[in-house]
């Protein structure tokens, strides 16, 4: 059960579009479309806004977006707002009903 | 509206047991399996277990298998986390979380609030 490799931290501007990487191991992200992402602002819960790998939530904005190739999932926010400055946790499917989570990226906008 | 409210936490000593419940409203509790995630003070989200519809599956991290049991009650849609031999490392926030089937195999799609358990002499 190793954690996933998600960057500390990204940053952009308003307007403009980030990407956060997840990549794992292949008896994981790569085997599974079973990706979620998480969205958690400061002292808040986390909240969904990806699963299985590129689909949204009913009420998440289409400014997010998920994709997925070999062992690495990535989230797209476009248009980034100042409301996106958060924490974005990607989790995957371990098989054998367990789950992974990977370390967290820090969005700033800036 | 879900929601789902954890119970139980506090201070407790190494080596020491503590309970954690979560009060589950807003959906039809026996028709999707259930988890608890933890996340210590200023770190990242650690699954730490799950159950499915009907407690006849269940799972655990390698960091609390032997040591937690999760159970649930389907007649009171209650979730719990039996924690026994507690150590430091368990220090965090747990929150209880509803998952998107009945399998343990669905994504998490929603979350309580927490509760925060520290493990300390």
């Known amino acids: 059960q190793s954690a996933l490799t998600q960057p500390a931290s990204v940053s952009g501007s308003p307007g403009q579009s980030i990407t956060i990487s997840c990549t794992g191991t292949?008896?994981?992200?790569?085997?599974?479309?079973?990706v979620s992402w998480y969205q958690q602002h400061p002292g808040k819960a986390p909240k969904l806004i990806i699963y299985?790998?590129?689909k949204r939530p009913s009420g998440v904005s289409n400014r997010f977006s998920g994709s997925k190739s070999g062992n690495t999932a990535s989230l797209t926010i476009s248009g980034l707002q100042a409301e996106d400055e958060a924490d974005y946790y990607c989790c995957s499917y371990a098989g054998s009903s367990t789950w992974v989570f990977g370390g967290g990226t820090n969005l700033t906008v800036l | 509206e879900v929601q789902l409210v954890e119970s139980g936490g506090g201070l407790v000593q190494p080596g020491r047991s503590l309970r954690l419940s979560c009060a589950a409203s807003?959906?039809?509790?026996?028709?999707?399996?259930m988890h608890w995630v933890r996340q210590a003070p200023g770190k990242g989200l650690e699954w730490v277990s799950g159950?499915?519809?009907?407690?006849?599956?269940?799972d655990y991290a390698d960091s609390v298998r032997g040591r937690f049991t999760i159970s649930r009650d389907n007649a009171k849609s209650s979730l719990d986390l039996q924690m026994n031999g507690l150590r430091a490392e368990d220090t965090a926030f747990y929150y209880c979380?509803?998952?998107?089937?009945?399998?343990?195999?669905?994504?998490?799609?929603?979350w309580g609030q927490g509760t925060l358990v520290t493990v300390s002499s």
């Open positions: 159950i499915n519809w009907n407690s006849d599956g269940t």
């Open positions: 807003g959906f039809t509790f026996d028709d999707y399996a």
């Open positions: 292949s008896n994981g992200v790569g085997t599974y479309n079973l």
């Open positions: 979380a509803k998952g998107a089937c009945r399998s343990t195999s669905c994504s998490v799609e929603y």
């Open positions: 299985e790998d590129t």
